[in-house]
């Protein structure tokens, strides 16, 4: 195709929701109406559809079958009426909340999003080839205009600022140990889904791409004078696929795109717990009296702990890994050992790679099986990892998927272990000679790592289903695309020990959950480079407590291993802010639920929330937790206070003083080591375990903190209440409703469904003087030692 001839479309079908462009040489372009908010593009110079099925989307549902879903298929979207118009040069699609134009010369698309009963602009195609119907290249490209102030957010884990604007990223899942959380990329997982805000115009909108391909968003960072200011996607091959997916707000956007692609896992309560781990452990040739000295300092130090992700020295031969093998001169009885651990209540999770070495025991019954990707000429696509070569095992093979279940039960789930850690499972194969089996359809395995690697978890989590039926699976996994929150907690990789990581890993965070994947944490103290000092270990804690994974995990260049008391002086404030990880843990959990049932993201920017507060899309170190908790990490060394920008629109209640500032302005608090920056919004209820906690004595006791409106005000806050691990099982709520004046604070309780408990504890700030009146139970008033005001009520089982 030249460039002085681009091709022109004329609509050749109208087929319900879909409609089909063609152009006289053969290109094609499909368009489809698929929700209200949602329309696709599809795009096939030549008319050549390169993957004739999607792993990525799954409207509203749990999964997709292995073998993947129809590019085609259009059930569980509501596919609504839409108002079609054909003039001599363009197409118009409008829904109620989208219109779409496309210009039928060379193909170029406007977005319009309905605001407040108004059509304002969203997003512009590039007016110089913004589609690539061979111009230049194979490559699949498509170019917008880049307008003024843009912001965007997205794109999975990316290191830097939240705002990608002006920057380049390449999604090429790699085993980037040691990563520097403001400049290294690429990193380990590809989510080819960015969020564009305009402030001026309020309103944003999301363009998920729709591809297995190694591919590279440019954000602003190239600049090219005859094309004017523009941004652009590219890919190394496969189709251009992509959806539009109106907000106006980015949170909504972002509640569309999950549900997109599938409802997010619900794992159970104990994901939520500490998780012990080290490599050093399990490194050691006495490993199995370290994993046990493990408990018992845990124990001394009474450091409550629920699960250890068992690194994988267990499979060591040498210096070594072999997975699903045992070395039993360090673990003489796996089974005992499980078992040593389920008795203090703590759930090993052990790490598994998709790689067999060469000389693995059982390589050759699996080369021999062709449950490998292999070359042509049916020799193993040999890649290095770790220090050996070897090669990965092919997870588009239903035979290898059926072996890889196997060995899961066999050489884990049987033993007692009840979870997974899949690692080290970004497929990094570089050569065209490498064919992955395909179902049947054999393809060049590079042209879909990603999907290796949701197979792997989709078949690690297949296993742990069929061994425990009716238990709720804990799956953790490293690398992925797309789809993984349906199966997996994450985390962002193999970080390096510093305070610049942990201010950036931060945003990090955030980006994920922005792009769907919201059950996340990091390795609390940095895994590799030096060990981290008391300082940055506490820092670190304080504000791991508040993601939904918390684990202290490394592989320190000295040698040392991050562990709660790693620094005795330290050690008390740890122990401490891991029983506060244990209070909160009914607010994570409720979050999780509504991240599960209503795709609400679980931390997300203040921007989230405030959306009309500029001064929340500034780049800052605070994050929203659920819709009330405002976290603001201490990211210098030195520092005990910290100044904290309140969102305008609420009143922000100091947790921890009861204190209450207007928001609109920055405020300085106190940040001790015992104490991390928190703050409640203004007329909301915290649901909290009350219980005392100590190390292998777990207990339950429901309450909430009470942060009423100082004048008039109402709002119903709920703690959702489940045995915690039960796969569709019974459940409850207790809920509150609270209404409060210059005079009083009225609390209504309710009791709704399957609740443990009778009692509930309700807190209140030190500075509430109104009278508290409680109906739904009998209730007794005290004040505790700190001033807050604690009332017990007991309601009765309904």
């Known amino acids: 195709m030249s460039l002085a001839s681009p091709p022109r479309f004329h609509l050749a079908a109208t087929k319900a929701n879909r409609l089909t462009l063609e152009s006289d040489q053969g290109d094609v372009a499909q368009l489809f109406v698929l929700d209200a908010d949602i329309i696709r593009v599809m795009v096939l110079p030549g008319g050549r559809l390169d993957m004739a099925r999607t792993w990525a989307i799954a409207p509203g549902q749990d999964d997709v079958p292995p073998q993947g879903r129809d590019r085609f298929d259009l059930s569980d979207f509501s596919l609504p009426d839409f108002i079609q118009t054909l003039a001599a040069d363009s197409l118009t699609i409008e829904t109620q909340c989208v219109r779409l134009t496309v210009r039928l010369s060379g193909l170029f698309c406007r977005w319009e999003i309905k605001v407040g009963g108004e059509w304002r602009r969203a997003a512009r195609d590039r007016q110089t080839q913004a589609y690539n119907f061979g111009y230049w290249d194979r490559r699949v490209r498509h170019y917008l205009r880049r307008e003024p102030g843009e912001q965007y957010f997205g794109l999975g884990e990316r290191a830097g600022d939240l705002n990608r604007a002006g920057q380049r990223y390449e999604m090429r899942n790699i085993d980037a140990m040691g990563y520097s959380a403001r400049t290294t990329d690429p990193l380990y997982k590809h989510i080819p889904f960015v969020i564009t805000r305009n402030p001026e115009a309020d309103l944003s909108y999301g363009l998920f ?182 090669a990965y095992l092919d997870f588009t093979n239903p035979a290898a998927l059926a072996w890889w279940r196997d060995q899961v039960t066999t050489a884990l789930l049987d033993h007692g272990i009840v979870s997974t850690w899949n690692d080290n499972n970004e497929f990094e194969i570089w050569t065209d000679r490498a064919m992955a089996h395909g ?101 670190w804690v304080q504000f791991g407590v508040f993601m939904p994974r918390f684990s202290i995990h490394s592989w320190n260049d000295d040698g040392g291993v991050n562990e709660p008391w790693m620094h005795p002086q330290a050690t008390p404030f740890v122990r401490d802010l891991i029983k506060l990880r244990l209070k909160l843990i009914p607010y994570l959990y409720s979050l999780l639920r509504a991240y599960h049932r209503d795709y609400e993201p679980v931390v997300r920017p203040t921007f ?71 703050l409640a919004r203004e007329g909301c209820a915290i649901p909290v375990n009350l219980a005392e906690q100590h190390f292998g004595r777990p207990a339950d006791q429901r309450g909430f903190w009470v942060f009423a409106h100082r004048c008039d005000g109402a709002f119903t806050a709920e703690s959702y209440e489940d045995d915690g691990e039960t796969a569709d099982g019974p459940d409850g709520a207790w809920r509150l409703v609270v209404a409060s004046d210059a005079e009083q604070v009225r609390i209504a309780v309710e009791r709704r469904g399957v609740v443990a408990s009778t009692l509930l504890i309700l807190i209140l700030p030190a500075g509430e003087a109104r009278a508290i009146v409680v109906s739904g139970g009998g209730g007794a008033e005290e004040r505790l030692s700190d001033g807050r005001r604690q009332v017990r009520v007991a309601v009765a089982a309904g």
């Open 209 to 390: 791409y729709d591809t297995l391909s190694d591919c590279v968003f440019d954000l602003g960072r190239e600049l090219d004078n005859y094309h004017g200011a523009y941004r652009g996607f590219s890919a190394r091959h496969g189709d251009l696929d992509y959806y539009f997916i109106a907000g106006p707000r980015v949170d909504q956007v972002t509640r569309r795109f999950t549900w997109l692609t599938g409802r997010p896992a619900f794992l159970p309560r104990w994901g939520l717990g500490y998780s012990g781990s080290t490599m050093s452990y399990t490194d050691a040739p006495d490993a199995q009296a370290r994993m046990a000295e493990f408990l018992e300092r845990c124990a001394e130090h009474d450091i409550c702990c629920d699960s250890f992700h068992l690194s994988s020295g267990y499979t060591s031969i040498g210096a070594k890994r072999y997975v699903f093998h045992w070395n039993r001169d360090k673990f003489p009885d796996p089974t005992a050992f499980a078992q040593s651990y389920a008795d203090q209540g703590v759930r090993l999770c052990a790490n598994i790679k998709p790689c067999l070495l060469r000389d693995h025991p059982l390589f050759e019954d699996a080369r021999s099986r062709g449950l490998l990707i292999m070359d042509p000429q049916g020799e193993p696509a040999w890649v290095q990892f770790w220090d050996e070569v070897g």
């Open 608 to 678: 989230c929330d405030f959306p009309d507060d500029p001064l929340c899309a500034r780049e800052n170190d605070e994050m929203m937790l659920g819709a009330d908790l405002l976290v603001a990490p201490v990211v210098e060394a030195g520092a005990l206070a910290r100044s904290v920008y309140l969102p305008a629109g609420a009143g922000w209640f100091d947790v921890w003083s009861g204190v209450l500032h207007e928001g609109g302005r920055a405020v300085s608090l106190d940040a001790p080591w015992d104490r991390p920056p928190l």
């Open 439 to 539: 179902f049947g359809a054999p393809f060049e395995a590079w042209r879909a790592k990603p999907l290796q690697t949701l197979l792997m978890i989709q078949a690690s989590r297949a296993a742990q289903v069929a061994h425990a039926p009716t238990q709720r699976p804990f799956l953790v996994s490293r690398s992925g695309g797309v789809g993984m929150h349906r199966y997996a907690q994450t985390w962002s990789g193999d970080n390096y020990t510093s305070w610049e990581t942990l201010k950036y890993n931060i945003k990090m965070g955030l980006g994920l959950a922005l792009s769907g994947v919201s059950n996340i944490g990091h390795d609390i103290g940095g895994f590799s480079g030096p060990a981290p000092d008391a300082e940055l270990l506490v820092r």
